[in-house]
């Protein structure tokens, strides 16, 4: 009688893989592949990066993530955190997957129906995540040197300009207004008396080298 030879588990593996119904892969689009907080933020894109239940549903909370939330709730709520966090991964390391969790968690959406949200609430001391005023800021969707015209006729110049538009409509913008038609940057007090009538405020910049090489490629020869 011939010896049955245990098939591995990696064969196992494999032939599970290939035993799938491809027909859901093939539908994904490539706009699945990665993330585009700009595009999320106009409302576009597909329901695993635009649906905050979707998303986090998706998403699985690392031990950095959870860091990540854990300290954007406690600094929301008043009770620790960093007022500034800085991001440093290598292309592809979960920069941008990070903001977008940052995004949805304050959004307008209940975070207890955001499946697997509990263990960082938890963490952080809070029965439930505020809603907080949010501003995206992406480089490579902005183009420095050109005027946006914002829905209700707000004219924005610089980066500064629109992260008080988004924070706080038109009134938020006159805040810093002169600043932005002059193209130079608010002062610390204006910034200051901005955050705290807009409180709490989310602020994220994704691909700022961008914006900065655009703004360097944009500016005028001076003789």
Request: overall charge negative.
């Amino acid at each position: 009688m011939a010896e049955e030879t245990a098939t591995p588990p990696i064969e196992e593996l494999v032939r599970a893989i290939e035993a799938e119904d491809q027909s859901a892969i093939r539908a994904l689009g490539e706009q699945v592949h990665y993330a585009d907080l700009a595009q999320v933020y106009r409302g576009e894109g597909s329901d695993e990066y635009r649906d905050p239940k979707e998303f986090v549903r998706r998403t699985y909370v690392t031990v950095g993530l959870r860091d990540l939330l854990t300290g954007a709730l406690e600094r929301l709520e008043g009770t620790g955190g960093d007022p500034v966090v800085e991001l440093q991964t290598n292309f592809g390391g979960g920069k941008t997957h990070s903001m977008l969790a940052l995004y949805h968690l304050f959004s307008d959406v209940e975070s207890g129906d955001l499946e697997g949200m509990e263990p960082v609430l938890k963490e952080a001391g809070v029965p439930v995540a505020p809603t907080a005023n949010r501003a995206v800021l992406v480089g490579t969707a902005m183009s420095p040197g050109e005027v946006s015209t914002k829905p209700d006729g707000t004219e924005i110049r610089t980066l500064w300009g629109e992260m008080a538009w988004q924070l706080g409509g038109s009134k938020g913008y006159a805040m810093i207004a002169e600043s932005d038609r002059s193209g130079t940057s608010p002062g610390s007090e204006q910034l200051a008396e901005l955050f705290n009538s807009y409180s709490p405020c989310l602020v994220l910049i994704d691909e700022w080298v961008a914006s900065v090489s655009y703004t360097h490629l944009t500016l005028p020869t001076i003789i």
